[in-house]
């Protein structure tokens, strides 16, 4: 079974009901694992008004936190972007990092904002 993490973006189409996010989180859902990143969570609950909402979806997915190797893998990937001359986002090279780190999948619909980050795959 394969890790599936969303980002933020993608959570959040998916709790306000975006039917395209919807039918493939169900089609993933009875194959692979869905996770999202504590930092992903942590901008859920600041921005939906419902944390009710948040909550309960977070009980129902995986949740994948920013640890020691995910910041072992973000400073590899800071390296690199720095090498190339490219800046990312501190969010973004986070989890990027997390989904590195836990061999997992990124579901984003924002491919370019992940655009050159080595070891990352995407759906």
Same mark, same amino acid.
Request: glycine share 2%; with cysteine.
């Given at each position: 079974? #394969?890790?599936?993490?969303?980002?933020?973006h993608?959570?959040?189409?998916?709790?306000? =009901?975006d039917?395209s996010?919807?039918?493939?989180?169900?089609?993933?859902?009875?194959? #692979?694992?869905?996770? +999202?990143?504590?930092?992903?969570? %942590?901008? @859920?609950?600041?921005? /939906?008004?419902?944390?009710?909402? *948040?909550?309960?979806?977070?009980?129902?997915v995986t +949740?994948?936190p920013?640890?020691?190797? %995910?910041?072992? /893998? !973000? !400073?590899? +990937?800071?390296?690199?972007?720095?090498?190339?001359?490219? #800046?990312?986002?501190?969010? %973004? @090279? @986070? *989890?990027a990092? /997390?989904?590195?780190?836990?061999?997992?999948?990124?579901? %984003?619909k924002?491919?370019?904002?992940? #655009? =050159? +980050?080595? =070891? @990352?795959?995407? /759906?």
């Amino acid at each position: 079974m #394969e890790k599936i993490c969303l980002d933020y973006h993608t959570a959040l189409d998916f709790l306000r =009901g975006d039917p395209s996010v919807v039918e493939k989180l169900n089609y993933y859902a009875d194959r #692979e694992e869905i996770c +999202i990143s504590s930092l992903t969570l %942590t901008r @859920l609950l600041f921005t /939906v008004r419902r944390p009710e909402v *948040v909550s309960s979806f977070a009980n129902s997915v995986t +949740i994948l936190p920013v640890d020691h190797k %995910t910041a072992v /893998v !973000s !400073s590899k +990937i800071k390296k690199d972007m720095d090498e190339n001359k490219k #800046e990312l986002p501190h969010e %973004t @090279l @986070l *989890v990027a990092a /997390v989904c590195i780190a836990n061999n997992a999948f990124l579901y %984003t619909k924002r491919h370019a904002d992940f #655009e =050159g +980050i080595k =070891g @990352l795959r995407k /759906v």
